[in-house]
């Protein structure tokens, strides 16, 4: 159960980023944060309501909060750090937001097999490789490295958080719904601050009605971010962290495969070879 929870999560997140980059050329990137965790709460809302999920209120809705805090920094330090470039190092970093959760899982005790080892070993190198790092080229800004790590270290806490967050199914709902209404906060009151410098909302010579059109879009990277939220807690909750965290952060290979699908660009080699890895990983972790 936790390899097929954590493997969903992976093609959610990695579709959900998909989804993302291609808004990113439309609209501004926190635009996109925030209009699509906006549908997400309103789904939720719906969700909680009819399940009577607020009877589940509790201390450990803390930790959403936290998730919820935490994320949209993570978000936009990677936004950011993407476009200061070059991205064939900025995405392989990003990744590398893996090693939080799985070094919370060592230390509340969790001791994977030898092969489980290996196959930590063997998915983490494939994820870094699959995003198809730069190893010659132009030298990375200082600041970029910075905000990757930043981002890396905050997509990693926002896994860890929000798996200790609920333990039913209900209240994996509420928590959900807590984490998006503290990521809408937080991001619409950058998007205000923003807006009062003078940064537009939207595209020059646009209005609201090009958030209409591209609603469906929007609704889909928001909700694809919760289900994969909700899977990977799932996940975490039924097996090793260690395992869960892993198999999660494959995403990167999906959002790949995705822009070789759609979009029709080439993988490097070294995606390629990134790839097999990660898969490689994904068999010796599920055979331990």
Known sequence: MTAFFALATAVLWGLADFGGGLLTRRIPALTVVVVSQIVAVVVLGAVVLGTGAWHEAGPQLWFAVGA????????????????LGPM??????????????VTAGLILGERPGLGQFAGIAVAVVGIVLAGGPELRGAP??????VLTLVAAFGFGAVMALIAEA?????????????QRITNVTVGGAALWAQSRRGVPALPEGTGPRVLWGLLPALAFVGLADVAANGTYSVAAQNGPVTMAAVLSSLY???TALAAFAVLKE?????QAAGAGLALAGTVLLAAG
């Open 68 to 83: 919820g805090l935490v994320g949209p920094v993570a978000m936009l330090s990677f936004y950011k750090a993407l476009a």
């Open 88 to 101: 064939g190092v900025v995405s392989p970093l990003g990744s590398l937001g893996v090693v939080v959760p």
């Open 140 to 145: 990375v800004q200082r600041r970029a490295v």
């Open 166 to 178: 609920s333990t039913t199914v209900t209240g994996l709902f509420l928590a959900l719904f807590v």
């Open 252 to 254: 990167p290979v999906i």
């Open 266 to 270: 080439r993988l490097r080699t070294v």
